[in-house]
């Protein structure tokens, strides 16, 4: 469940990013990929924070 309140968390921080970039009249094709580099990182990240550790 923490994976999913991480990854709600990141989408609401991409969203922002993305609305910012518009504002400041970045062309679109630079903000997907700026949306698409920063989930990749979130997931990684979510991933590396939420898993547990194996024993021994």
Known sequence: MSFGIYAVGYL???AGVAYLA???HIPQHYIVAIAVI???VGIVTGVQTTRHKDPG
Request: charged share 0%; glycine share 12%; hydrophobic share 80%.
């Open 38 to 40: 920063m989930l990749g």
């Open 12 to 14: 609401i921080l991409i």
């Open 22 to 24: 518009h504002l400041m």
